[in-house]
């Protein structure tokens, strides 16, 4: 009688328990299975539209600028450029420098210009010094290499930030500049793709 529908419950309460532990497994096994397939995590910075949207939406502080701009972390090469760093990171640079309409970060800042920098700033960076480092092959290939840049591009800003005040006339520069970044980076690699399959198509019909 009620011992025996007791029972009965018992054993249902523990096959549905049981239940849900599997499906939970199956559930982990697929994320885990999903995961060990190689992302393509330089992929967003084919879509260009996409990150021009993005800046569109920033309220024109460093901070929203910043946020941004590291949201993804370091920076990726999409798979099928990835042998192209140096080609990117030239583009990016020289680009950079035509939107840094006052040359604020063109080359480095001396205490002429900004009396004390070096006492507040510790690791000074500028686009001409990482141009050199491109050319040198200081960074090195691949997405490492692009790694490396990201992080020198932000240096550059956070430098500017930690210096000048970040609501004044040169921390609005230094947002709106910043702001341009991932589409200039993103440009260059959808440059650097087409070049890349232009070329490919000319040593075809040079074959026939």
Request: glycine letters at 8%.
């Given at each position: 009688?009620?011992?025996?529908?007791?029972?009965?419950?018992?054993?249902?309460?523990?096959?549905?328990?049981?239940?849900?532990?599997?499906?939970m497994d199956e559930e982990e096994e697929g994320e885990v299975a999903e995961s060990q397939e190689p992302e393509d995590t330089g992929k967003v910075y084919m879509d260009t539209s996409a990150l021009i949207k993005e800046r569109d939406e920033l309220d024109g502080t460093?901070?929203?600028?910043?946020?941004?701009?590291?949201?993804?972390?370091?920076?990726?090469?999409?798979?099928?450029?990835?042998?192209?760093?140096?080609?990117?990171?030239?583009?990016?640079?020289?680009?950079?420098?035509?939107?840094?309409?006052?040359?604020?970060?063109?080359e480095e800042v001396t205490e002429d210009e900004a009396p004390g920098y070096s006492e507040v700033v510790k690791e000074p960076m500028d686009f001409g010094t990482m141009k050199s480092k491109v050319e040198s092959g200081e960074y090195g290939d691949g997405s490492e290499a692009a790694a490396g840049l990201y992080k020198d591009f932000l240096l550059v800003f956070?430098?500017?930030?930690?210096?000048?005040?970040?609501?004044?006339?040169?921390?609005?520069?230094?947002?709106?500049?910043?702001?341009?970044?991932?589409?200039?980076?993103?440009?260059?690699?959808?440059?650097?793709?087409?070049?890349?399959?232009?070329?490919k198509q000319k040593t075809k019909k040079r074959q026939r």
């Open positions: 009688g009620e011992d025996d529908k007791k029972a009965d419950l018992e054993r249902n309460e523990a096959q549905r328990q049981q239940k849900e532990v599997t499906v460093f901070r929203s600028a910043r946020e941004n701009f590291t949201k993804r972390g370091p920076w990726t090469l999409p798979k099928a450029i990835e042998k192209k760093f140096s080609e990117i990171a030239k583009h990016t640079i020289a680009k950079m420098n035509k939107h840094d309409g006052y040359q604020l970060f063109f956070e430098n500017c930030a930690l210096y000048n005040d970040e609501d004044g006339e040169v921390g609005g520069e230094a947002a709106r500049v910043l702001g341009l970044l991932p589409e200039t980076f993103s440009a260059a690699c959808v440059m650097v793709a087409s070049g890349k399959k232009r070329k």
